[in-house]
């Protein structure tokens, strides 16, 4: 497009007060080529008068490439919003006026250069158009008909979308249909009620978008969000369906009981807390060894769960579930004892006030205890060895019935165990590779996707197996964009919570598919119309970019070839940070606009200056929030300049800067690791690998590596981050001195 360009600076908000804007006009307008003329001063730009004045220019002028130099790009949106023109957000305020000294020459020059960025990032920019794919379908396919995918699909259809339901075995309702009773689910919490997955079922079968498959599994998927093409093995035989988003609610299975033989499994009135329930749905609460009622049973908290040995975590509702079968015992006969011996006893919500109701009763014994063992005592009865009670005592307890509380594993977790078992065999050679797979038993997979990066979700590192949903930062979310992770296959919880979960995932499928139908990304940029735009006839086919996709986003033909399913693609950028050749590109955001906004920088003779790569999600927001705050200063040789995500950072940025005469680089990027907090998942961490071999490109330059550092930033750490700006400028001060390209 023939742009025409127009600059609005915003005196609003202290800003006119802090910075010399004919100062910034002069300097801008001759620094990025605008005439003065195209620049206009606004006492605040957002207001009705300033808005009015901006389209003004847009329909009498032919206005279209606007730098509005004002606050944040996180402020203001919708009303700084111009739909038809190139914008770009130009930080002022929070950066400058909000963060540093008023009316200095060193804020001026400071707004200046942020001033000139923006102006490059407009000439540089180009118009968005969303990309847009023909025959999309808008079905959710939910994938577990238990009491989660059975809930899902209800909500999807509440919502007026077609649902394919699949479930593998004959009937739906999952663990929560084999249950005797539920905890009670609402106030007073008192007495146990009927399991509500068959209310479920029936409201599910009765509704006309939900078709349902039984006794089937998914033999195959593949595509895209609104393009998924799933192959379904029925009874029948196979059948392909069309499908715009999944749910993956497939549910859970008991913790391998026999691996407790510690907690007396094997023994004959030893059993866990699944079979106690077909018991009680029996009828009749008894020793397996001889048919004789149980009167003293006693129940083991975290058997498997919470011991490094067995299952690290929590499962969640093992205590509520031990509750709840204590009352079975002492409903079905007032004389028996229930004990329950607990690590700690942890029931979220108000799940709190059924345990506090089963507390009052005299026939329940609560009891804090770390149990050693469990031996038989004679006469079928059993000998509970604790310790570490509240009573700080060694105690025996007789019971003629155990039960194990067994801990809570994802369905998920068979599939990626078996993958993580392959991936190190692959790696040890073709040999190595071929034994595992003849000698290791396949589970059955969930997905069976026909991702270059594997056929099931990833799962969370050292989650031990629960889809990798993100949860720190959008819940649902999996690194398959349009399959969304609810219930148990998540993280361990209660039927209350995993029908609002099925609610959420739900809502994700619906997002998803209403998106790719506008060309708009989901997550975390969910406005976002860009896509890649691969300059494909100067690509080396290395490689690079299908393997560091966090999405799977990118396929290869049968040449190896990469290619793009664009509705899969977050907008993260980290192809266009890992593309060797500099290919990749987006419409607002490509390498050369980043590498001539940097360039755009003043470089001084004296003194230092630095730019600083800061990630949009949280070190730019926690950047802002330092000038909101308006207790600390930013320094001001620094200049900082937003990015998607460190991910898309390209090596040749650090050439850029530095060849210019910048004498530091700082990336501030999200955490990484197991507890990551980065929402593109692995962009951060990306990062920090290319830049662990930055010292090769500053070699070429003669510079030394500490010019070059990255930092870990939450959103939260703002109150720190002057501090670690300081001590990075101070180093190269003292450490390092000026760039020596300065002044070429």
Known sequence: MEKKYGVYICKGCGIGEAVDVEKVIAGASSAGRVPKEQFKVHDALCSPEGVAMINADIKNEGVNALNLVACSQRSKVEALDFPGCVVARTNIRELVAWSQPPMEDATSQLAVDYAVMGIVKTQKGDLPEPGILENLNKTVLVIGGGFTGVSSAIEAAKAGYDVALVEKEAELGGWAAKIFKSAPMSYPFEGLVESPVFAKI????????????????????????????????????????????????????????????????????????????????????????????????????????????????????????????????????????AMIFYKDIRTPGQTELFYKNMQNDPGVMLTKAEVKGITEAGGGNLCVEAESTLLGEKVKALADLVVLAIGVVPATAGPQQYLDGLAAAAGKGDEAKAKYIAETPKPEFLLNLGYRQGPEIPSM????????????????????????????????????????????????????????????????????????????????????????????????????TPFYKINRCRRCGTCMGACPERIVSFKDYHVDMIGSMIK???????????????????????????????????????????????????????????????????????????????????????ANYRFSKVQETLDRLQL????????????????????????FVKNIEDQLGPNPFKGF
Request: some cysteine; glycine content about 8%.
């Open 202 to 337: 029936k409201e599910a079968e009765a509704n006309p978008k939900i078709k349902i498959y039984k006794s089937t599994t998914v033999q195959k998927a593949d595509g895209q969000p609104g393009l998924y093409d799933v192959t379904l093995k029925t009874p029948g035989g196979e059948e392909t369906i069309k499908a715009g988003a999944i749910v993956l609610a497939a549910g859970w299975k008991p913790y391998d009981a026999a691996k407790l033989t510690h907690l007396g499994y094997g023994l004959p009135n030893v059993v866990t807390s699944v079979e106690f329930e077909e018991m009680a749905k029996k009828g009749r609460i008894t020793r397996p060894s001889d048919g004789k009622p149980a009167m003293k049973v006693a129940f083991i908290q975290c058997a498997g769960s919470r011991d490094p040995e067995h299952l690290p975590y929590c499962s969640h509702f093992c205590c509520s579930t031990s509750l709840k079968q204590a009352k079975y015992v002492r409903d079905a006969n007032p004389d028996a004892l």
């Open 600 to 686: 755009s920088v003043e470089v001084p003779e004296e003194g230092m200056r630095i730019i600083c790569l800061a990630c949009e999600n949280d070190a730019y927001a926690a950047l802002d929030t330092v000038g909101i705050r308006r207790k600390q200063k930013l320094n001001p040789a620094v200049r900082i300049l937003p990015v998607r995500c460190l991910g898309s950072t390209n090596l040749v940025w650090v050439a850029d800067a530095f060849s210019r005469g910048i004498d530091g680089l700082l990336l501030l990027g999200c955490k990484y690791g197991e507890d990551y907090q980065c929402h593109f998942v692995k962009g951060s961490e990306l």
């Open 704 to 727: 030394e590596a500490d010019r070059c550092k990255m930092v870990q930033v939450g959103i939260d750490d703002y109150s720190r981050l002057p501090e670690i700006i300081d001590e």
């Open 461 to 560: 590192e050292g989650g031990f197996g629960f889809a990798d949903s993100n949860f720190l930062c959008f819940q649902y979310e999996t690194r398959r964009t349009g399959i969304y992770a609810a219930g148990c296959v998540r993280q361990p919880m209660t039927m209350a919570e995993t029908q609002e979960d099925a609610a959420g995932a739900s809502m994700k499928a619906i997002q998803v598919i209403e998106h790719v139908a506008k060309g708009i990304a989901v997550h975390p940029r969910a406005w976002d119309i860009t896509y890649p735009d691969p300059m494909m006839t100067r690509c080396t086919s290395c490689k690079r970019c299908t393997e560091e996709c966090p999405f799977g986003a990118i396929d290869e033909d049968a040449k190896g």
